[in-house]
């Protein structure tokens, strides 16, 4: 079993791994490989609605890959 590094989280869909990746004011996601667009939409809509749980606030996210 591959160990991800402190603050990395992955899981596997349809067979690509989607890294959830902690930082001090953000998180970022890697999906490495192809996802049909619904999918992604899902993964989106997951996180927000987590997110927005724990914040106990609306988060919305940027699918902008080039917004680092």
Do not use: Q, W
């Amino acid at each position: 079993i591959k160990k991800a590094p402190f603050g990395v989280h992955e899981i596997t869909v349809k067979g690509v791994t989607v890294r959830y990746i902690e930082r001090s004011y953000n998180i970022m996601v890697e999906i490495d490989g192809d996802l049909p667009e619904e999918t992604v939409e899902l993964l989106k809509m997951d996180l927000e609605d987590k997110l927005s749980r724990l914040e106990g606030v609306e988060c919305k996210i940027n699918l902008d890959p080039f917004s680092i």
